[in-house]
């Protein structure tokens, strides 16, 4: 089925190794499996779009139907419907597929070639194999994306961020390799004899529909406005919930909405560049470590901390999930995620370490909460940086630093303006905060005195 006369440029967007536009000889009609990716700028999916017919796909499948949440959800598939639109309006059409069905679309199709894009997700890897070999059993070229800026490789980092950022990130990103890809004016493509299936119902949240949803180029402009207004106090006001100091891209950068490769572009073009940049290195760093260690998603990366004594106290975690535990910074940030789906930075680290070492509960109880809430839920950012918090994961944070969310207010929402916007009503503390911190430290240095005994 290879169709050899016509050759096509595919970059694997991995800058790391040198952009290294792979000539291929493909083929003339390519299915495009777009999973998150869904905007028309510098997107891969669309290479070759002048010379060859594209056929952008989504894949419905039990995993994207079942794992995420309803904020999530309800975001996602407003994309979805717009990127439709858009497609439309560039003469193409996203046909929705059920993976169960794939291959009969394949064939119907008479695709030379099939893109698909892994992002370290355990379901997307699975997915892919699924993809990857009805396409060998049908003798189509199959071609995997990377759309991200570091291509994860063993061995290239030691476990540490710093080690990451100088030796990896750094090198790697020198922005005359970073190639964008155009945007397509039109799309060839052609028409298929196909059911579109229906998207799957979920609760839809409207009211996170309307907070969150902006299509590419408003997302674009908005992070422009962020650039020129609030990249120079950065690194002072990404600290403070109260300030709008962070660009809220999170939500947008987990959709695809925009491209990581053209944020990073923009951001570079401007001094005092490296605090954000930081920042976007850290999701590359847990996303590389993701797709190395894929089962960091149920277990602790660092082994000294598997089976340690959590308490299964789900009243507390009751409390906590709404918000109720009494400590304001605490309620603030549950609530802020109850209504936006969305928590500033440095409350979800306030949360989170109050979750696990002051209430003692299972860091995945949390991990879980946040991605079933979370408008911008991304596996490898949400259990790297729970792990993180807990001290069991990549480059942690050390057991014994604990968060104390009394002080947190006091340096970061000294006005109280972040809290007073979220709690409405005081709640009885949970928890006496330095008896808690005490008994944590305990449990924890006996449990690792314990491992290093058993060790020896
Ligand atoms: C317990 C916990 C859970 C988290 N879960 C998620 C999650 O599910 N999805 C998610 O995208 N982020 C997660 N984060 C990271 C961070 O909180 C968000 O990326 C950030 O708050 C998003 O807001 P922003 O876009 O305004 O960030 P900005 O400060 O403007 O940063 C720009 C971008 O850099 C990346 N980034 C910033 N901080 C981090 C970080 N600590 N780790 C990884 N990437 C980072 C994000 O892509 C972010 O959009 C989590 C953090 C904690 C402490």
């Known amino acids: 089925m290879l169709n050899n006369t016509v050759s096509e440029t595919v970059s694997n967007s991995m800058p790391n190794q040198k952009i290294q536009s792979v000539t291929m000889q493909t083929s003339k009609r390519i299915i495009s499996v777009i999973g998150r990716d869904f905007r028309l700028n510098d997107n891969p999916f669309f290479e070759g779009w002048k010379e060859h017919e594209i056929i952008p796909v989504f894949i419905l499948d039990p995993f994207n139907q079942e794992e995420h949440g309803s904020n999530l959800k309800s975001l996602f598939f407003e994309y979805v419907l717009d990127f439709k639109r858009k497609l439309e309006e560039k003469n193409s059409h996203l046909y929705i597929v059920k993976l169960d069905d794939f291959e009969s679309f394949l064939l119907k199709s008479k695709a030379d070639a099939v893109r698909y894009s892994f992002d370290g997700e355990p379901n997307t890897l699975k997915r892919g194999h699924l993809i990857e ?5 049908n003798f189509v070229k199959f071609i995997s994306l990377w759309n991200f800026l570091i291509k994860p490789e063993k061995g290239s980092f030691r476990h540490r961020f710093n080690d990451f950022y100088t030796r990896v990130f750094k090198p790697s990103m ?3 390799r970073i190639k964008t890809i155009d945007p397509p004016i039109f799309l060839k493509t052609p028409k298929i004899e196909h059911q579109d299936e229906p998207l799957p119902s979920y ?3 409207q009211n996170i529909i309307k907070l969150w949803f902006k299509d590419e180029k ?10 020129k207004k609030n990249l120079s106090s950065y690194h002072i006001n990404r600290d403070l919930p109260a300030v709008d100091g962070t660009s809220k891209l999170s939500p947008y950068l987990r959709i695809g909405v925009v491209s990581i490769r053209q944020i990073y572009k923009m951001v570079k073009e401007h001094p005092q560049s490296e605090p954000f ?10 996303r590389v ?3 190395l260690h894929p089962f960091v998603i149920e277990r602790e990366f660092r082994k000294e901390w598997i089976d340690f004594p959590w308490e299964r106290n789900l009243e507390l975690f009751e409390k906590w999930k709404k918000g109720e535990t009494g400590f304001d910074l605490v309620d603030a940030g549950m609530t802020q995620l109850m209504q936006e789906g969305w928590i500033h930075n440095r409350v979800r680290m ?6 696990t070492k002051n209430l003692l509960l299972d860091w995945r109880l949390g991990e879980r909460f946040f991605y079933e809430n979370l408008v911008d839920a991304d596996l490898a950012a949400n259990v790297g940086n729970w792990q993180w918090i807990a001290g069991c994961g990549l480059d942690a944070a050390p057991y014994f630093r604990i968060f104390n969310p009394e002080l947190q207010l006091k340096k970061f929402d000294p006005k109280g303006n972040y809290v007073s916007k979220y709690v409405n009503e005081k709640h009885a503390k949970i928890v006496e905060l330095e008896r808690s911190r005490l008994n944590f430290l305990r449990i924890a240095k006996e449990f690792r005195e314990r491992w290093n005994l058993r060790k020896k």
């Open 203 to 205: 609760n839809k949240r």
């Open 218 to 227: 408003s997302v674009l402009m908005s992070f422009s406005d962020f650039l």
């Open 289 to 291: 470590w993701l797709s």
């Open 350 to 355: 306030v949360v989170a370490s109050f979750l």
């Open 277 to 286: 940049l930081r920042e976007l290195a850290w999701a590359e760093f847990f």
């Open 174 to 176: 020198e922005s005359d």
């Open 133 to 137: 070999n009805i396409c060998k059993r």
